[in-house]
């Protein structure tokens, strides 16, 4: 027996020391461990090495938690949640501690890169041999003055990802108008949640996201958000959940989702339904709340006598219903609502009646209540009429602006630049604007009401529509993973000279001419405001907790110094810019006349602290009266023209029904929707086209470990990616047993999954909780390149079976939408 076995207690290791080991000053002998000898004289301990911390911003999701960099002797050795960061508040979500492993990422690029091999794809080696900075900022910026001189530089894009601040995504814009390309700044939101805002912008006028008091709520009505997955800011929304649910009355949770998420098992009710349907199921809420009285009266207004007239299948006359801060709800009823039952939406949505009305009536009645969404409902062809209609139950419950509703985020009061780009504009870059249309043609009769439109670049460039494109560089982004078919960015970036500035060796890394690796986010000095949280204005100060490990540029410098290296004006306007230092030194100055909550009013005070913050949010609607905050509380009524510019910024000044912004463009919508042009701007029922040419749908969510892509070549985020089906060190497909059974796949058993756009192989687990028309495989794994633990992992990447297929309204890439076959690859007897 071993005397030191971890099980021993402590009697028993007296006994084995009396009769089995030898004790005493000549030495210890124990079996296993050999002899312990005679103590060393006493001797002092060696000093601690150096250690302090540093406040930075983690950089794995878009939620932004304030985060203290511990450093000891020149290392980064552990990061905790800052106490006093209003997001983190000393807490972290399971991937905040994993940033030592992507600054230590032994894969990483070391310093500037240039490719050799002139061959580009899957199988072929880049060949890259190192180069210095001054001769790979020398190349980009000769090649895009030869592109200017022979009027060209249209043909030059700039894409990026999650973007942060001034110092960095801040300054594409104007590279690109100083430049002049129209695509300076094509960002990824197309592939992200642009569903959501165009949903918002068409109803309450503000395109954006929304900003939550899920503090005081008393309801939850969640469609398709990842609340304890993947929602914005994920690390708070835990922390929030358990006072929600702790306090008194408590925050009922209802789950509206195709499969049995993290969220749905916590929540109070899991509602399942079929993929794309969540627009019948809204409107069906709508109705009953409209037809059992349960609206809020303040805000949406009432009729003449107080006498409810909304009934099933029966008119209204308009003049008898007077609107407060609403527009068009009599338009809305007689043309699409008053038909909208429970019975005609259990037949779209496969939920039962009684359920329908039982959420319509908690949501009716449990004050304050809001309904939230992301791209469950928004992620398909109907995407935007799937979220008006969601966000209409906002308005029906009097939710927009006020206690324990939704909001939006405030601004950052920044100093200004040192110099203003505007004053370096030349001849050239005055003429060109609006001369080309975006490569990705939003904004244009293509895309009316599209602000981006990154995952048509590929396509048109093969197409040369609008034209092709000569360079291109990525900030944060990877679409040959990421994007809807992929192959085809595969085949578009061969002849594109491509510019990468990941520190990791992505798939569109494999196909750069060119590396500029960015610096890890524990390496960087960067600004970064705050993604939509609680309305009031925040922001965080990034800065070093070491020097760069390797030969990296913070990508805001790489601007700044090709800038610098261009002729006329523009060179003279970088070169006046400075650096990044410089810009953030600049806009801390705004702090001056605007001192933070906690005392930041100056750089270095925000170096210290790590965030400004300024509370309380400055309007609120309190029984449909619009006030503003006079520094004591909300007592200061606000005009109606004044709620119209800065709150509800419609055309009519109102929450529309009937929105006039789709109606501008009833056209467009009416040829790709097929609705008839005096029906576009009701917020009403169109059905989902799917896509794929499949029989089971196929949905790709993100787990709480995805960071946006960067865990892949992560051991620890690997292991822990998918823990509720068993997924460690591999992501499963969640199919239901007799879905499964059906087609001969085995538990375990290996599968290929195909639509029209390709095929992939995963391996099949059984799950009861999914619904057995549609397979969940979330998105993670599948690359080809990223990093010695990220290659060659199952399973197939999902995004090479998701057709290119986009909401026409908002432009999102409709990640939900598709259908797919699955089989056997080997087939085993199931059980």
Request: glycine fraction near 10%; aromatic fraction near 10%; proline fraction near 7%.
């Amino acid at each position: 027996m071993d005397c030191l076995n971890p099980i021993t207690t402590r009697r028993r290791f007296l006994a084995a020391t009396a009769t089995g080991c030898a004790a005493g000053a000549a030495g210890l002998a124990i079996p296993g461990l050999g002899p312990l000898t005679t103590l060393a004289p006493a001797s002092a301990a060696t000093p601690r090495a150096p250690r302090h911390t540093v406040k930075n911003v983690c950089h794995q999701c878009p939620a932004r938690c304030g985060i203290d960099v511990t450093v000891t002797d020149g290392r980064v050795h552990s990061i905790y949640g800052t106490l006093d960061h209003p997001i983190s508040n000393g807490k972290l979500c399971p991937k905040g501690h994993l940033g030592t492993y992507i600054l230590y990422d032994p894969d990483r690029f070391k310093g500037p890169m240039k490719r050799t091999n002139p061959n580009k794809g899957r199988n072929e080696d880049p060949r890259f041999v190192p180069i210095t900075w001054d001769e790979a900022l020398d190349t980009v910026a000769a090649r895009l003055q030869s592109l200017r001189d022979r009027d060209e530089a249209h043909r030059f894009a700039l894409l990026y990802g999650r973007g942060w601040g001034a110092s960095c995504a801040g300054l594409q814009g104007t590279f690109g108008s100083l430049y002049g390309t129209p695509n300076g700044a094509i960002g990824h939101a197309s592939i992200c949640a642009e569903g959501s805002k165009r949903a918002k912008l068409a109803t309450d006028g503000n395109d954006s996201y929304n900003a939550y008091d899920y503090r005081n709520t008393n309801y939850i009505l969640n469609f398709g958000a990842g609340f304890l997955e993947a929602f914005r800011p994920y690390n708070y929304l835990m922390q929030l959940w358990g006072h929600m649910r702790r306090k008194s009355p408590k925050t009922r949770v209802t789950v509206v989702d195709v499969r049995l998420s993290p969220t749905g098992a916590a929540a109070d009710r899991m509602v399942y339904i079929k993929p794309g349907t969540d627009g019948a199921l809204a409107l069906a809420i709508a109705h009953v709340m409209l037809t059992e009285g349960l609206w809020d009266r303040p805000f949406v207004g009432d009729f003449v006598d107080g006498v409810n007239r909304f009934r099933t299948g029966e008119n209204i006359a308009p003049s008898l219903f007077v609107e407060r801060w609403t527009h068009g709800i009599a338009d809305w009823w007689n043309l699409e609502l008053k038909d909208r039952t429970p019975a005609w939406a259990s037949e779209i949505t496969t939920i039962p009646v009684e359920q329908i009305v039982t959420v319509a009536r908690e949501f009716g009645t449990a004050r304050p209540a809001i309904a939230i969404m992301e791209r469950g409902p928004t992620s398909h062809t109907n995407g935007v009429y799937n979220g008006m209609a969601i966000h209409a139950l906002n308005a029906l419950a009097g939710s927009l602006f006020a206690e324990g509703g939704m909001m939006y985020q405030m601004g950052v009061p920044y100093g200004p630049l040192p110099v203003d780009s505007a004053d370096y504009m030349d001849d050239f870059a005055k003429a060109a604007s609006g001369r080309h249309p975006r490569i990705d043609l939003a904004r244009t009769e293509t895309w009316p009401l599209a602000r981006t439109m990154m995952q048509e670049i590929a396509r048109n460039h093969l197409f040369g529509r609008p034209y092709k494109l000569d360079t291109a560089m990525f900030y944060l982004t990877n679409p040959i993973w990421t994007s809807p078919e992929p192959q085809v960015w595969e085949e578009a970036l061969k002849d594109v000279f491509v510019i990468d500035t990941s520190p990791f060796p992505g798939e569109t890394a494999m196909y750069a001419d060119l590396v500029l690796p960015d610096h890890t986010y524990l390496e960087r000095l960067q600004d970064a405001p705050t993604y939509p949280f609680e309305g009031w204005p925040l922001t965080q100060l990034r800065t070093p907790a070491i020097p760069p490990l390797y030969d990296t540029k913070v990508f805001g410098d790489v601007l700044i110094e090709i800038g610098k290296r261009m002729q006329g004006p523009m060179g003279a306007y970088y070169r006046a810019l400075g650096d990044t230092g410089n810009v953030i030194r600049h806009i801390a100055k705004g702090f001056a006349d605007a001192p933070g909550d906690n005392g930041v009013d100056s750089f270095d005070s925000w170096v210290e602290k790590g965030v400004w913050y300024r509370k309380p949010y400055l309007w609120r609607q309190v029984r449909g009266e619009f006030l503003t905050w006079d520094g004591r509380d909300y007592t200061i009524p606000i005009s109606a023209a004044e709620v119209g510019e800065k709150l509800l910024k419609t055309p009519s000044g109102k929450f529309e029904f009937r929105s006039g912004l789709l109606e501008k463009h009833a056209g467009y919508i009416s040829s790709h929707l097929d609705i008839a042009e005096d029906r576009v701007g009701l917020i009403q029922w169109v059905a989902p086209r799917y896509t794929g040419g499949g029989d089971l749908h196929f949905i790709t969510p993100k787990v709480p470990v995805h960071a946006e892509g960067r865990g892949g070549n992560l051991p620890q985020s690997i292991v822990l990616a998918q823990p509720t089906v068993g997924g460690f060190g591999e992501i499963y497909l969640e199919i239901h047993p007799e879905t499964a059974k059906a087609r001969g796949i085995a538990h375990g058993g290996r599968v290929r999954i195909s639509s029209e756009a390709g095929s992939i192989v995963a391996t099949a687990h059984y799950y009861p909780p999914a619904r057995p028309d549609t397979l969940v495989l979330p998105m993670e794994h599948g690359h080809w390149a990223q990093g010695r633990w990220a290659v060659g992992r199952l399973p197939g990447n999902s995004s090479e079976v998701t057709a290119n297929v986009s909401d026409p309204i908002s432009g999102l890439a409709c990640y939900y939408t598709g259908t797919v076959t699955v089989e056997p690859i080997n087939r085993r007897t199931t059980s």
